[in-house]
């Protein structure tokens, strides 16, 4: 079954430093992958999404992940945080019939 | 833009009560969800519909019904509300084609249930 690990719920960051989200994935065939972020009292906005045409994706707001197959990894980064960045982040993986598996998220800390 | 929308925002209700939570999407896509999301157990997907009248399981489907009679709209029902259904309520689509095709998210309806 399609799984996807985030460690650490919270990561806290100074402003203007690396913003680095980890996520690792269990497929057992190609994976489809998203990264979401949800503002308080908002629904879930797509950042990225790794179709397989590149390894490293840009997204939206500076943000970009890179696959690697064989750590089974498609970790988020950022490299200089804004407070605007604070807000929850989900990775996750395609399954069955166009389903998601959702890792269980990391709340970012944006530290003036 | 595809817009989903969540017909509330906040909602309290008491237990025993059969409580309707309606979603509407307008880009005329085949799939619709239902999750539920609750803190450190990010995103649980209760039902799935794929076309109209269609659905399947999700993972938490126990206590929860379904209803899609038109394409645009998918109806989340708790037959008898108890106390652990209070949660954030998330509906989302997609198109049915392609794997890459993101899901689209409404805001989400944040329900009490006293």
């Known amino acids: 079954a399609q799984s996807v690990t985030q460690l650490g719920s919270h990561v806290s960051v100074s402003e203007g430093a690396l913003v680095l989200l980890r996520c690792n994935y269990s497929?057992?065939?190609?994976?489809?992958l998203f990264w979401y972020v949800q503002y308080p009292n908002q629904g879930l906005q797509l950042l990225l999404k790794?179709?397989?045409?590149?390894?490293l994706v840009k997204g939206i707001n500076g943000f970009e992940a890179e696959f690697k197959k064989s750590e089974t990894s498609f970790h988020l980064t950022k490299p200089s945080a804004h407070m605007s960045d604070a807000a929850e982040y989900f990775c996750?993986?395609?399954?069955?019939?166009?389903?998601?598996?959702f890792g269980k998220g990391n709340q970012v800390v944006v530290i003036p | 833009d595809v817009k989903v929308t969540q017909s509330s925002r906040y909602l309290v209700k008491r237990t025993g009560e059969k409580v309707f939570l309606e979603c509407v999407q307008d880009?005329?896509?085949?799939?619709m969800f239902w999750y539920r999301q609750d803190p450190g157990l990010g995103l649980r997907l209760i039902y799935f519909?794929?076309?109209?009248?269609?659905?399947e399981k999700g993972d938490i489907p126990e206590g929860y019904s379904v209803s899609r009679e038109k394409k645009e709209r998918f109806s989340l029902i708790l037959e008898s509300a108890s106390t652990n259904q209070t949660s954030m309520y998330l509906c989302?689509?997609?198109?049915?084609?392609?794997?890459?095709?993101?899901?689209?998210f409404g805001d989400g309806t944040r329900l009490s249930i006293l």
């Open positions: 519909s794929y076309d109209v009248k269609m659905k």
């Open positions: 996750a993986v395609r399954y069955g019939n166009n389903r998601l598996a």
């Open positions: 880009m005329d896509h085949e799939n």
């Open positions: 790794y179709t397989s045409a590149a390894t």
């Open positions: 989302a689509s997609s198109p049915i084609t392609g794997g890459t095709q993101p899901q689209h």
């Open positions: 497929s057992s065939v190609p994976p489809y």
